[in-house]
């Protein structure tokens, strides 16, 4: 099994690219093939199951091939360790931004009390 930095890497290396994110906006409307992912694309069958390839082995995407067809759908609980890595960003930033506020506040008081003994 993967460790999760790796994981999360192939994840965000995944959704980098725009036909990907696309694949998988189609995806997210249900199961399909991948005659049917391909067709708004503009590019060759090939091509479509390369990025079929990377969002498989990102783990974003499982297909599962019966007889000459090969229906891929998306795997919702692959997202989630982005959610968290992006989730936790978030939460740092914020906690930065109102220490950043709460000294801004320090500041402003601090200079209205100078202001009263002049």
């Known amino acids: 099994m993967l ?11 995944a959704l980098a ?3 990907r994110r696309s694949i998988l906006a189609q995806l997210t409307r249900g199961p399909s093939s991948v005659s049917k992912l391909a067709r708004p694309l503009a590019m060759s069958l090939p091509a ?26 998306i795997e919702p609980k692959a ?9 936790q960003r978030r939460a740092e930033w914020q ?18 009390s100078h202001d009263k003994d002049k």
């Open 17 to 19: 690219d725009s036909t």
């Open 48 to 73: 479509v199951m390369q990025h079929l390839a990377v969002l498989e082995g990102s783990g974003l995407v499982r297909s599962v091939k019966v007889g000459r067809v090969r229906t891929c759908s």
């Open 79 to 87: 997202l989630s360790l982005a959610e968290q890595w992006i989730n």
């Open 95 to 112: 906690r930065h931004f109102d220490q950043l506020g709460a000294y801004l506040n320090t500041l402003a008081k601090g200079e209205g």
């Open 3 to 13: 460790n999760n930095n790796v994981r999360l890497d192939l994840t965000f290396q």
